[in-house]
T-cell receptor, first 111, second 114 residues
């Protein structure tokens, strides 16, 4: 079993839709959870960062972590064409610099 | 502010040749990371440095791969000899020394080995 599993999609939604992106993981030592956004032919950029369980909101983006289920989610409200990108989840254990990434979900928001 | 700068952006070379990828981290950042991204395996950490010292190279696939950081503003990833299966996008990232700081990625080097 891979440490981090992420549905690669692709996911195509109309503008204004609510988007839900998810990852599951197997390593119970993971404590830090991140979502990166990667535009075509660009490097990943950090979008959201959460520690342990709970929710975090930043504008149209909400990150959720459920450690009991080993499941994390990213919600995008009122999606825009500019949100079209690949979204990568990433996580690390406490005290570790090593990020383990999901393979990414490609999202297209159609105007 | 200049971000992480990688060169070249694209490299096409023949199998068996030596390949050198270069990275200039963000000024003042203490950590530098090298990643490889492929469709099959996603984004994988190869090696990372702290204050120019290699800390963990467990992700380096084989002895054909080597990385150096001679000073705080420059790092190289070398593949010798290169093989077609090394074809991938290689990213460099850096982060500052503050706890839990984000990693900032360059735009990568797209490497094709023929």
């Amino acid at each position: 079993q891979k440490e981090v599993e992420q549905d690669p999609g692709p996911l195509s939604v109309p503008e204004g839709a609510i988007v839900s992106l998810n990852c599951t993981y197997s390593n119970s030592a993971f404590q830090y959870f991140m979502w990166y956004r990667q535009y075509s032919r660009k490097g990943p950029e950090l979008l959201m960062y959460t520690y342990s369980s709970g929710n975090k909101e930043d504008g149209r983006f909400t990150a959720q972590v459920d450690k009991s289920s080993k499941y994390i989610s990213l919600f995008i409200r009122d999606s825009q064409p500019s949100d079209s990108a690949t979204y990568l989840c990433a996580m690390s254990a406490g005290g570790s610099e090593k990020l383990v990434f999901g393979k990414g979900t490609k999202l297209t928001v159609n105007p | 502010d200049a971000g992480v700068i990688q060169s070249p952006r694209h490299e096409v070379t023949e199998m068996g040749q030596e390949v050198t990828l270069r990275c200039k981290p963000i000024s003042g950042h203490d950590y530098l990371f090298w990643y490889r991204q492929t469709m099959m395996r996603g984004l994988e950490l190869l090696i990372y440095f702290n204050n120019n010292v290699p800390i963990d190279d467990s992700g380096m696939p084989e002895d054909r791969f080597s990385a150096k950081m001679p000073n705080a503003s420059f790092s190289t990833l070398k593949i010798q000899p290169s093989e077609p299966r090394d074809s991938a996008v290689y990213f460099c990232a850096s982060r500052g020394g503050q706890a839990l700081g984000p990693q900032h990625f360059g735009d990568g080097t797209r490497l094709s080995i023929l």
